[in-house]
């Protein structure tokens, strides 16, 4: 009898769905887990140099997937200007200040780049240029909002981009101006690659540092595997697939990862022979254990905030008066329809962008499209984001086989919903906020991300939000109402199982079960031994890769 190398007892075993299981133990010799069972049947398989790992009570559950992640951008932010941790508008301008005065000249090009800060710090989610003039007034300075659909610039910058009050707002982006029309400072969108041909192209090692620096963060998280949410960007500043193929090459990256490609607004459908080719071309240099390119990312519409997310009634303005904006389809929903169709025939997974509710229905129609069309390849499709879902587009996710890809932290009250979303979206609309509730009452299947380094990328933490629609200790009510809630079992198949659905890694990732890798997280205090609203306590003891234990936290 084959020995194990290591066991793993005296806990309960989260196997991916359900209940999880109690008096059983996991057995793992090599890469892979060998059994699952009860305590003494698995610990016949204990040799003399078998590794035992004692829970202590602490849950065993399958590693974390990440089904919408950004990690390049986020670990490169980590080495740059990173104004994540500011906590307000004069904390982001010091930190900036702090940067600029340790940062020489010939770094960047003298350029002031990186990103993390947050809307509501600004009045109307807009800083202004003069901010940054204060602190860089002669350095060129870029720095993009924390959910990167806003970029925060200072005169210097708009001066070598050859931009001023005649300058057009773009098809897809919006220009904040000051009164005489001359950019104040905030370019929302696509307007935000107006300064595409004079900022720094990203060095190739940058790039490889931030994804290495991400990998270390995200696995300190219990974080296994991820869909990058845009890979293969021809027109992008940094596309972080030189960082994979170098990372691949070096044998450094410990992860798998799917990359969504991106969809390119400006052309049509000739990129799909483009990312066919380019699938195949990853899938040739036969590593798909850790990286993969089956998968398209749509930008539907753009986010509430900055009033460019596509909804079917219109926005009101400061005085709560109906206007004639509704948001942005950044692609027609014919056109849209007919890429997606194509797409689907190509066999390539489509990941939507969908943040308002008229988004939602137009990447739904599409999916039926495709449907209708004679498509029905194994494409795992998923909407990600679904702010808002209106009540008769819910059912239509399970009918069409279209999985809801969740950012459950944002489900909550918070500074930014409520001060620059809800007050100019339309009555009611609360109630159809993340509503992971009537999804999964619905029978849709669920994955689970964190758009990182838009916001936490900490599992426990979102999972903590989907039970209980708060924040760790808030006093308001839950977002979107008790029925909105999702059990701590879904949660966290949302983020295991469900993820490595839709990255087509059922087969070997996302559970615990013989045959899988052993890529497993512990969990300590076991979240189910919690109150719900103690759930964010519960936090990674081990991360576990093909067996290999690649994180265990220091002890105090």
């Not at 806990?11 to 890469?31: M, W």
């Not at 797409?343 to 943040?355: E, K, S, Y």
Request: net charge negative; hydrophobic share 45%.
């Amino acid at each position: 009898m084959t020995t194990a190398d290591v066991i793993f007892t005296g806990g309960a075993i989260f196997t991916g769905t359900g209940t999880p299981l109690s008096g059983h133990a996991v057995a793992v010799t090599g890469e892979r887990i060998v059994a699952v069972g009860p305590e003494a049947d698995v610990a016949r398989l204990a040799g003399p140099d078998t590794r035992t790992v004692d829970l202590g009570g602490a849950l065993l559950a399958p590693g974390f997937q990440d089904a919408h992640i950004h990690p390049v951008s986020g670990g490169m932010e980590l080495l740059q200007c990173n104004l994540i941790e500011a906590t307000d508008a004069a904390d982001a301008v010091s930190t900036v200040a702090a940067y600029v005065a340790k940062t020489p000249v010939d770094v960047d090009d003298g350029w002031i780049l990186g990103g993390g800060w947050s809307m509501e710090h600004f009045p109307g989610g807009a800083p202004a240029r003069g901010l940054l003039d204060e602190v860089a007034p002669d350095r060129p300075a870029l720095l993009m909002s924390r959910d990167h659909h806003s970029a925060w610039v200072n005169t210097a910058a708009i001066r070598l981009a050859g931009l001023d009050a005649r300058t057009p707002d773009p098809i897809d982006g919006r220009i904040e101006r000051e009164p005489d029309g001359h950019p104040a400072g905030t370019f929302h969108e696509g307007a935000s690659a107006l300064f595409d041909r004079v900022r720094p192209a990203v060095d190739a090692d940058l790039l490889y540092r931030g994804l290495l620096r991400a990998q270390d963060e995200l696995i300190a998280l219990g974080i296994t595997g991820w869909q990058d949410a845009i890979v293969g960007e021809s027109d992008a500043v940094a596309d972080p697939l030189s960082a994979y193929l170098r990372a691949l090459e070096e044998g450094t990256l410990r992860v798998h990862v799917v990359g969504a490609q991106w969809w390119e607004r400006r052309r049509g459908g000739e990129q799909v022979a483009e990312m066919v080719a380019r699938r195949d071309r990853i899938a040739a240099l036969g590593q798909e254990k850790r990286l993969s390119l089956g998968s398209t990312k749509i930008m539907v519409d753009g986010v509430a905030e900055n009033h460019t997310a596509a909804m079917l009634d219109p926005y009101r303005d400061g005085h709560g008066h109906v206007t004639d904006a509704s948001g942005l389809s950044f692609i027609d929903p014919e056109r849209l329809r007919e890429h997606v169709v194509a797409l689907d025939a190509a066999g390539m997974q489509v990941h939507f962008h969908a943040l308002g509710d008229r988004a939602v229905r137009e990447a739904l129609d599409a999916l039926a499209a495709a449907r209708a069309a004679g498509g029905g390849s194994d494409g795992r499709h998923h909407l990600a984001h679904l702010q808002m879902v209106d009540a008769a587009d819910v059912p239509r996710f399970a009918e069409l086989g279209a999985i809801a890809n969740i950012q459950a932290l944002w489900a909550t009250h918070e500074d930014q919903l409520d001060e620059l979303a809800l007050p100019f979206l339309r009555e009611g609309a609360e109630e159809r906020h993340y509503p992971f509730g009537d999804l999964v009452r619905a029978g849709a299947a669920l994955a689970a991300g964190s758009d990182w380094p838009v916001s936490s990328a900490d599992p426990m933490d979102a999972i903590h939000v989907a039970v209980n629609r708060t924040l760790p200790g808030s006093a308001l009510p839950p977002l979107g109402g008790e029925l909105q809630r999702i059990d701590l079992a879904t949660a966290l198949a949302a983020y295991t199982s469900g993820s490595a659905s839709v990255n087509h890694r059922e087969h070997d990732t996302g559970s615990i079960r013989p045959g899988y890798l052993a890529n497993l997280v512990v969990l300590e205090p076991d979240p189910f031994a919690l109150p719900a609203s103690d759930i964010h306590l519960s936090a990674v003891v081990s991360t576990w890769i093909d067996g290999e234990p690649v994180y265990t936290r220091p002890r105090p």
